[in-house]
């Protein structure tokens, strides 16, 4: 049932294309409980499209690896201050924090003082490195909101308590294009096998794999000469080398995911989404050598794909950094590309992975925990 809510505010801070996203979903499902709340913060154009007044676009705020934090440095420092500062002129009722841990857990500490409460929807993945931040979400977070399976139990043993509602991946969306219609704009055929490839949403993350990717494109082709490539999009990225033979899907990258034979994908939440769309893939990341020292030193899980993370073991073939080649993923990607055992019990494993995802709902019940603060 709708609530009166009359003139209140809430502050929201996403910082990355995936919180956009998120947190767009999360403000209209609040609104419904709440028709007249009123949203101010940093997001994307998804956010402001359900009714979030942006102040900083996640276009200028997002960064992948240490060279690119340090040059965007001074800028961040100059949003965080003007955060703080419109924080405390808007007074706002509740500020939501969505995942972007770097600003988020330090935007939460320099605003504590103001009692202002805050909410922290998909958390810091303290569990895989930097466990000392846990302090931070136990001193300066009001509610903590959590999306990962194991999170509830992990957080729960170090004496914090946390809400678990679920993950967003629960509530599958069905691809805008049909499949005759996917075949049919790509000009494919249903009957040869297609490689679906996902190298990244950021241009860094590109540069860095698509060489890569093109390697074991020529190489499968030799293989497999009726094989089928189409590559996933993000927004604003640009390829230097595109093959006439290789398609591109601009618009909807779900359906790239659901109509593919197999999958090569960098790691991010697409290899969550290749599962619940049920695309057998094998995982990789290339980061600079600085980065990927610092990262081997202070991760503390195994794995990086997400599904091996929930899956408690290794579901599907990880390659990371000099162990990305194109002959180590060509090799993986072999098995997955006809109906062998191994596909077989990939894709077993992966029903195992969506049971662990939680029911529907999932935004719908992280509004109303929040709702129920204000």
């Known amino acids: ?16 294309d995936s919180g956009d996203l998120h947190g767009a979903k999360l403000v209209s499902e609040i609104k419904k409980i709440a028709p007249t709340m009123n949203f101010i913060g940093h997001g994307g154009d998804r956010m402001a499209a359900a009714g979030v007044k942006i102040i900083e676009h996640v276009s200028r705020l997002s960064m992948v690896g240490l060279t690119e934090v340090i040059m965007k440095l001074p800028h961040m420092m100059k949003v965080m201050n003007r955060t703080i500062r419109l924080i405390k002129d808007t007074q706002p009722d509740r ?9 988020n857990l330090r935007l939460a500490k320099k605003i504590k003082s103001s009692t202002i409460p805050i909410t922290y929807f998909i958390l810091p993945q303290v569990w895989a490195w930097g466990e000392k931040r846990i302090y931070k979400i136990q001193k300066y977070i009001d509610q903590a909101i959590s999306i990962i399976p194991f999170e509830k139990d992990w957080f729960k043993v170090r004496g914090i308590s946390i809400n678990y509602v679920g993950h967003p991946f629960a509530d599958k969306i069905e691809p805008t294009l049909t499949r005759k219609e996917f075949f049919s704009k790509h000009t494919i055929n249903p009957h040869q096998p297609i490689l679906t490839l996902l190298p990244g949403s950021r241009q860094s993350e590109i540069n860095r794999h698509w060489p890569i ?33 290789i398609q591109f899907e601009n618009n909807d990258i779900r359906s790239a995911l659901a109509y593919g034979t197999a999958g090569l994908i960098a790691s991010g939440t697409a290899t969550l989404e290749a599962v619940v769309y049920g695309l057998p893939c094998v995982v990789c990341y290339k980061t600079s050598n600085t980065t990927y020292w610092l990262g081997k030193n202070l991760t503390k899980v195994k794995y990086i794909a997400l599904a091996n993370l929930i899956g408690g073991q290794q579901i599907v073939h990880e390659f990371i950094q000099n162990k990305m080649t194109f002959r ?30 939680g029911p529907s709902g999932v935004y719908q019940r992280a509004a109303q925990l929040i709702i129920n603060k204000i």
Not at 5 to 16: D, S
Not at 335 to 357: A, C, D, F, G
């Open 95 to 103: 500020i939501i924090l969505i995942d972007y841990p770097g600003f």
């Open 213 to 245: 990717f093109l390697d074991v494109i020529h190489n499968l082709r030799q293989i497999f000469p009726n094989m089928q490539f189409v590559v996933g999009r993000a927004p604003n990225i640009s390829f230097k080398n595109k093959p006439n033979f």
């Open 328 to 357: 180590a993923l060509s090799k993986a990607l072999i098995p997955l590309l006809s109906e062998t055992e191994e596909r077989k019990k990939m894709l077993s494993n992966y029903k195992k992975i969506i049971n662990r995802l």
């Open 1 to 16: 049932m709708p609530i009166n809510q009359t003139e209140k505010t809430i502050f929201i801070v996403a910082g990355e």
